[in-house]
């Protein structure tokens, strides 16, 4: 029997039959990878707490005929700062959504993605950084491997520089910013309705709607996300580096505080009915935090 090692983030898992589980990888290796634990499901199996969701593994399978049997399993990563954080634990595991819907087209160059992801899911579990915050710039860095990267400098449209005082909406399907002058054209010439971002998710992915409004805060707030997310930093010295859009607080902290969340949950608002719309998916982690409708 043919075997072979990977190292893998646990992405995702299904039950099988009585006792067994299908395990998703995303591993360094082959990218995009399903594999069977036997027994995983049985009380006291070795195979149960190795194969929990975001750890990660340095795995042995053997090559079966439809899907590979994990024979040993070493846990090198289990992340226990996340399990004792609702927040952090659920940003966490829509990396890992994310991970397998796109995790087919991510695996031309598995070792990137793969490394980006044990960064963030490590960088998710430890640090100080407002956990939405690093969900907006590991949603960039996946657009940006993607192909994907909004257009958020120039109009989507016209090509003219964008300015705080010219922006006017986020197009889904044009993928970035369009001018005022653009959109006006556009909505005459559409039938479709222009909405605030808060109710476009589910109508953006049916394809009734093709933007949403934005404001120069949350433009701004997506600029620097953009920048943070696909400057391929070590995410461990980014706890350091200066963030402008969050810390440079022209507010009382209290002020400031909700004015960045504010700002914040509608950008991450935004990227998420983005990608839902590329992937034509209702994206269902981060349901459980209540923030996102
Ligand atoms: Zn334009």
Redesign the pocket.
């Known amino acids: 029997m043919t075997s072979f090692t990977l190292n893998a983030v646990n992405i995702g898992t299904f039950p099988l039959g009585e006792a067994d589980r299908i395990v998703v990888l995303f591993s360094a290796e082959k990218g995009l990878h399903r594999a069977v634990a036997k027994g995983a499901r049985k009380p006291g199996s070795k195979m149960s707490g190795k194969s929990e969701p975001l750890n990660i593994c340095k795995l042995l399978l053997a090559k079966g005929k439809s899907l590979d049997i994990i024979t040993q399993c070493e846990t090198l990563e289990t992340f226990p700062g996340l399990r004792s954080n609702l927040a952090r634990l659920t940003y966490a595991l829509y990396f890992a959504e994310l991970s397998q819907v796109f995790g087919a087209d991510l695996s031309e160059d598995p070792q990137t993605y793969f490394e980006r992801l044990s960064l963030a899911i490590a960088y998710m579990a430890e640090s100080e950084t407002l956990p939405i915050l690093q969900c907006l710039e590991f949603e960039m860095s996946l657009l940006n491997l993607l192909g994907l990267l909004p257009e958020l400098t120039?109009?989507?449209?016209?090509?003219?520089p964008?300015e705080e005082r010219?922006i006017?909406s986020f197009n889904f399907e044009l993928g970035g910013v369009?001018?005022?002058?653009?959109?006006r054209?556009m909505r005459g010439q559409a039938s479709r309705g222009f909405q605030v971002a808060e109710n476009a998710r589910s109508e953006a992915r049916e394809g009734k709607l093709a933007a949403v409004m934005i404001t120069p805060m949350v433009w701004q707030q997506l600029v620097l996300a953009r920048s943070f997310g696909t400057a391929g930093h070590d995410l461990t010295n980014l706890e350091t580096e200066a963030r402008p859009g969050v810390s440079a607080q022209r507010f009382t902290r209290d002020e400031g505080d909700k004015q960045v969340h504010s700002r914040l949950t509608a950008a991450q608002r935004l990227i998420l009915g983005y990608i839902e719309y590329k992937s034509g998916r209702r994206m269902r982690s981060l349901d459980v935090l209540g923030a996102v409708s």
């Open positions: 120039f109009c989507v449209s016209c090509r003219d964008l010219t006017s369009l001018c005022e002058a653009c959109e054209r």
